[in-house]
């Protein structure tokens, strides 16, 4: 007759930490239990089922639903499963695992939106019946202590065993969902990105099925595409990524919102990227037009911005002039003329003073600062330009239109003045 302390010893492990140590193809915790044990056990099966039952119904509320009959089912077919087996293992020590119920049931978790924790602490409720439905009847089974020790450590095993086939269920659920969100997700951005645009309808039950909000506006993000060698962005779960299209590129929801500015500025560290402006859903794919263009004047130097993040909105109108670029070079062949009889280099050299001044002030030491020369020669190029464009300078539409073409114009390589 099994001791107390016995009880006691045994029974606390159901409340450690499940171990990874014990080999569970080790038969002698089977095999030491009196061959008719098993044949013993089964007629009561049926009650330690019903006990184990009410146990998880009543303590763990997740479980807790009396009026849907067939959750209660799944728990019976689970709670029976595991007996069965459990007495089938001490009747056949070599008797192979069936776990395909347990995977299931690890599915099933993942899918109610659960973690582990219930599942985990059912198994170990029912090992608690289990144990002392075994301790109250171990003299009626001819049981010794030490056979008790040995039932014990094989049902730790056997937690081992259900808990492990339960976690694998569970992980390929949930690698499954998120594999099909994301699916739907790279589908709902070939809806938005679509031309002629989808159905509002069509773009809302996708964003449903995919999880996704719907917000009021959005914009385009356009990136550099890189072979190797840079980070993924690491961005908010609400951004629609779309990192490995031909062209890369994102939609972010709500651009204007507190603290996204910020947000994508941290996320996308490394990159070059541009966001287009903020438009309606419908719109989306003109935002990130906008974008790709933004970012490939940005590749020719046309638009020179120093933060990692390219802004439409801050760059509307040299966008708008490229869009007509022969226009642009018909301008520069008139707003460029007093250079043209110079020697490449001091083409380069005034043009690029002329347009540090446009855009940063007439100031020779702010100019010289940008440029990163001394006053004096920026003040002696100052000169040069004022006796080349006479009154011209004076004139702010003649300073708009000489910054565009200022802009866009590449330095001049010999032999092609």
Known sequence: MPTKEHTRV??????GRRG????????????????????????????????????????????ARPAD??????????????????VDRIENPNRPWELDVFRTIGRGEANEGRNLEPLQTALRLGA?????RLTEQSEALGLTPQHLYDLGEAIFVYLDQLADAAAEGFDEARAHAAGEIER????????????????????????????????KTVAGV?????SGGYRPPSLPPDVLSGIDRPHPCLIVPDPNGPGQAQTLEAGLRGWRAAIGPAVPLSAAATSLRWAREALELRRRGVLNEERGLLRCSDNMA????????????????????????LRPSQQDR???????????????????????????????????????????????????????????????TPGTS
């Open 10 to 15: 045994a029974a606390a492990g159901f409340n």
């Open 20 to 63: 990874k140590s014990r080999d569970f193809s080790d038969q002698r915790l089977w095999s030491s239990t009196p061959t008719d044990t098993a044949r013993l056990l089964r007629p009561g099966l049926a009650a330690v089922a019903d006990q184990v039952i009410d146990e998880i119904t009543l303590r763990i509320p997740e479980y």
């Open 69 to 86: 009959s067939v959750y209660i089912k799944v728990i019976r077919l689970a709670v029976d499963e595991a007996l069965r087996q459990f």
């Open 128 to 132: 608690r019946v289990a144990w002392r």
């Open 184 to 215: 739907r997700r790279h589908r709902l951005m070939d809806l938005l990105l679509s031309q002629p645009p989808a159905s509002p309808d069509a773009i809302a039950d996708l964003a449903k099925a995919a999880g996704w909000r719907l917000p």
């Open 222 to 226: 356009a990136l550099e595409d890189h």
């Open 318 to 341: 040299t966008l708008i002039v490229f869009k007509d670029e022969e226009l642009v070079n018909a301008l520069a062949e008139v707003r460029l003329a007093p250079l043209a009889h």
């Open 350 to 412: 005034l043009a690029e003073t002329l347009l540090a001044w446009l855009r940063h002030g007439r100031g020779a030491g702010e100019v010289a600062a940008r440029l990163h020369v001394h006053p004096q020669t920026v003040r002696y190029r100052l000169r040069q330009l004022e006796e080349l464009y006479g009154d011209q300078l004076a004139d702010p539409d003649i300073r708009f239109e000489l910054e565009i073409v200022l802009r866009a114009r590449r330095p001049v």
